[in-house]
């Protein structure tokens, strides 16, 4: 079901579609990452201006196309100056996410104990991604951070999951590098 109107979207989902055929999921997200360069530079496939607008008190996210058949779903997010996640798993599922505007700083996290309710993670790098930039996050290599590191400017990426992501665990510091995880809903914003 296409979510938002765009031009090239026929063609944006004819390549996801195609991706997603694949049985094993490393040739799945494999071929999703690299269809999701080429389309973040073709000139006939325009994200909606809605994408490029940022929330004043979080990041954006807005459904772009969802599949029944496939299972799969497509989501834009708009990141505003600073603004990012906690660190933060994607509720078992594998995805795999561009950056079609601007830039995010990624940073990965192993987890290294679980004990009582609490975990600790070691971050493992930290990456800025830009245009045309993509990678994949399958379980349990899951763990992560985004944020905009602009202090003046938006930045657009586009998530693909293997399912609908309305909710994920988030890990708040509590203490000597513990963490405890809480589950968030994950709303959808408005597209107009």
């Known amino acids: 079901m296409l979510a938002l109107e765009f031009p090239g979207a026929r063609r ?5 579609d195609a991706a997603v055929r694949h049985e ?13 360069c080429r389309i973040i530079h073709d ?3 325009r994200l909606p201006d809605c994408v490029f607008q940022s929330a004043s008190d979080h990041y954006a996210r807005r459904e772009l196309y969802r599949s029944d058949q496939h299972g799969y779903s497509v989501i834009a997010m708009t990141w505003g100056p600073g603004q990012g996640t906690p660190i933060h798993d994607h509720s078992g599922m594998w995805c795999v996410e561009g950056v079609w505007y601007g830039t995010i700083e990624i940073t990965p996290y192993e987890l290294v104990e679980q004990r009582d309710g609490r975990y600790r993670f070691e971050p493992r790098g930290t990456m800025n991604a830009g245009p045309g930039s993509a990678g994949s ?5 899951e763990y992560h951070m985004i944020r905009n590191p602009s202090s003046d400017s938006i930045a657009v990426s586009v998530h693909i999951y293997r ?3 309305t909710s994920c665990s988030v890990f708040r ?6 963490c405890e995880r809480d589950q968030r809903q994950l709303a959808l914003d408005r597209t107009h």
């Open 24 to 36: 094993r999921t490393t040739d799945i997200t494999d071929q999703l990452r690299d269809s999701l």
């Open 43 to 45: 000139p006939d496939i």
């Open 163 to 165: 399912g609908a992501m």
């Open 137 to 141: 996050l399958i379980p349990p290599h």
């Open 12 to 16: 944006f989902v004819e390549a996801m």
């Open 173 to 178: 510091p509590v203490a000597d590098g513990w």
